[in-house]
């Protein structure tokens, strides 16, 4: 699912930066705090600007509302 929403928010031209849990020396720890912030499962984890938007539901639900192209503008992610 992580390449599905990775696919679908760059198609709008967004710059994002990705952590692959699996492969950074804190990745246990970073995934427990997702955890305690409300993200289950931990990932993916999706933040637009500083904002936690939660997975990959959370995100979908955004895009089929039509509300993730404004979520994007405003965190200055795109341009359009």
Not at 40 to 66: C, D, H, R, Y
């Amino acid at each position: 699912m992580s390449h599905s929403i990775q696919t679908l928010i760059s198609g709008f031209g967004a710059k994002m930066t990705v952590y692959e849990l699996d492969q950074l020396s804190n990745g246990q720890e970073m995934e427990k705090a997702l955890k305690q912030m409300g993200c289950n499962p931990s990932v993916p984890a999706v933040f637009i600007g500083e904002q936690l938007i939660g997975g990959a539901n959370q995100v979908m639900t955004l895009q089929v509302k039509n509300q993730l192209t404004a979520l994007l503008k405003r965190a200055g992610a795109i341009w359009v």
